[in-house]
């Protein structure tokens, strides 16, 4: 017997020296949770595999955090360890308590940084037996990568959902954060992205915001086309910000070819004109057809921007006169029915778990065409939509009067559109046969795979500044609530999407199920499950051993 437990004692220390052994050279991990919540896409075990160079992570989520936000700070960990075990050690990183200074002047200073640097403060309200506690933390982390440093803010703030469901969502959207931030600070030579200037689009002052940031990781330019034929050739992709006057044939001609050789275009084009300055000294305006001779082509390729304006009754709100108090006009902010306020539903990675997009006098997009197109609708107005056909009377008298929920009888119209596929050349056989046989011109009337959104607001692109110093106002921010709306975020991902090859933007459309315990049998029933959990396994243990000690008396009495 002695020498059948030495050799089972060496067969045991042979086997896990083996499986050591075996070990080191293959790698990989077990994910037992039901929804894979560990396990990384291929795209970004492939990026952090191909590292080069260490990629350092700042995380400001230390500190003295309620319970219920744990979750989140655990959340990063568990994902930056996710990260470093795949990335051969080229991923580091530590967390930072930027309230950790004594003195009230230099924390103050940290959070003055920490915000222009592009990672805002919120204010975290969180529900416990006790009470309501707040506290203002910087819920971002800095990725820092061969010199370059870029901002990331970890949790997602999203209209209208409790702070459980903002806290899953954010969860689910770490594994893209990170890695889409890695990516682009590891890419070589950034893509060129062109945003278009002249036939009245938006001017450089109303982009600044959404240039600085795109500036982060792309090569960005404005530019004319002018009839150039080379000016947008070669670019990743284009951006249409709100022309209000037409194109001439020769710059369609160029905008066709670009998305013919695969090209990608996000196209920001207004049905309607009609601007709130207008409204500044009369009471009403008429909104009228935005024909900038984009439609026949944008219809050939899948999608109609339709000359209307379109109202709903989830929207933005603005001040308005609703009486007198003694000589002082009395205002209150009541919701201007022109600026819808969508909140995404779709799960496609450009949308999902966005905060509410802001959009003002969006025009309706119907899908036409080719169904070899893929037509993908990304934003939709709420069920209490209506919509106006211009000529449009638009009469701020309609805040004043309750609204007639009947008549908003239009619900979830489409206010932006993904469309996939081989387009057809809005141009096929519509040119003489010497520029179709020009081998410079090289034309195309199939296209390449490729995609493109359109989006039937231009302001949603626009910035406000102030007219004093022209400080640039964020994007996406009301000027009446204070609100940050999504504006910027749903921007970033379009432009993120088209010039995505590799697959990296599916990461987004990743869900953890959450689950919650109920508040009120917690409260009725914690004695009895903390005896269980405390007690249980003692009694088992001792079961099992008087089940042993009766096993073994009965054997050996034989």
Not at 179 to 184: G, L, V
Request: charged letters at 20%; proline letters at 5%; a positive charge.
């Amino acid at each position: 017997m002695k020498s059948q437990n030495l050799i089972r004692l060496f067969l045991l220390l042979l086997i896990l020296v083996m499986v050591n052994v075996i070990s080191s050279f293959v790698f990989t991990r077990f994910d037992l949770t039901s929804e894979k919540r560990f396990t990384l896409s291929p795209a970004t075990r492939e990026l952090v595999g191909s590292l080069d160079d260490i990629v350092y992570v700042q995380v400001y989520l230390d500190g003295d955090f309620p319970p219920s936000f744990k979750r989140l700070q655990s959340a990063t960990r568990e994902m930056l360890d996710e990260l470093r075990a795949y990335s051969n050690g080229n991923i580091e990183y530590e967390f930072i308590n930027p309230s950790s200074h004594p003195e009230a002047a230099e924390r103050n200073k940290v959070y003055q940084q920490l915000a222009s640097k592009g990672i805002q403060p919120t204010n975290l309200q969180a529900k416990s037996n006790d009470g309501t506690s707040q506290q203002i933390i910087f819920p971002g982390a800095f990725i820092t990568h061969k010199g370059q440093t870029a901002p990331l803010m970890l949790l997602q703030d999203q209209a209208g959902m409790s702070p459980e469901e903002m806290l899953n969502n954010s969860i689910q959207g770490l594994e893209y954060g990170f890695s889409n931030t890695i990516k682009k600070l590891a890419a070589g030579s950034p893509s060129i992205i062109t945003v278009l200037e002249g036939n009245g689009m938006a001017p450089a002052i109303n982009l600044a915001d959404i240039m600085r940031d795109l500036q982060m990781f792309y090569a960005v330019e404005r530019k004319k086309i002018d009839g150039n034929l080379k000016s947008i050739k070669g670019v990743k992709a284009v951006i249409v910000p709100a022309p209000d006057s037409t194109f001439s044939e020769k710059d369609k001609f160029i905008l066709d070819q670009y998305v013919m050789n695969g090209g990608r275009v996000l196209w920001l084009i207004d049905g309607s004109k009609a601007t709130m300055d207008s409204l500044a000294t009369n009471s009403e305006t008429i909104a009228l057809a935005n024909d900038v001779n984009l439609g026949d082509m944008l219809f050939r390729y899948g999608a109609r921007i339709n000359y209307d304006v379109v109202m709903d009754l989830q929207a933005a709100p603005i001040p308005v006169v609703t009486g007198m108090v003694g000589n002082r006009p009395q205002q209150s902010l009541l919701p201007w029915y022109y600026f819808p306020v969508v909140i995404p539903e779709s799960k496609h990675p450009v949308v999902n778990n966005l905060n509410a997009i802001r959009f003002e006098f969006v025009s309706s997009i119907d899908t036409v065409g080719s169904k070899e197109i893929i037509k993908t609708p990304l934003l939709t107005t709420s069920q209490y939509s209506k919509v106006s056909i211009t000529p449009a009377r638009i009469d701020l008298d309609v805040m004043r009067k309750e609204p007639d929920v009947s008549s908003y009888n239009s619900p979830n119209r489409m206010v932006a559109v993904l469309l996939e596929g081989e387009f057809t050349s809005s141009f096929k056989n519509r040119i003489p046969a010497q520029i179709a046989n020009d081998p410079e011109i090289g034309f195309r009337d199939k296209s390449k795979p490729t995609r493109m959104i359109v989006v039937s607001d231009g302001d949603i692109i626009k910035n406000r500044y102030r007219g004093s110093n022209q400080a640039i106002i964020p994007l996406g921010e009301d000027r009446y609530t204070g609100q940050v709306f999504g504006n910027k975020n749903f921007l970033l991902n379009c432009i993120d999407y088209l010039c995505d090859d590799s697959g990296m933007m599916s990461v987004r459309s990743k869900e953890l199920k959450l689950r919650l315990l109920d508040r009120a049998r917690v409260g009725e029933e914690k004695l009895k499950w903390q005896i269980i959990n405390t007690a249980g396994p003692v009694v088992v243990v001792l079961l099992f051993g008087i089940f042993k000690f009766y096993r073994r008396r009965v054997r050996y009495a034989r």
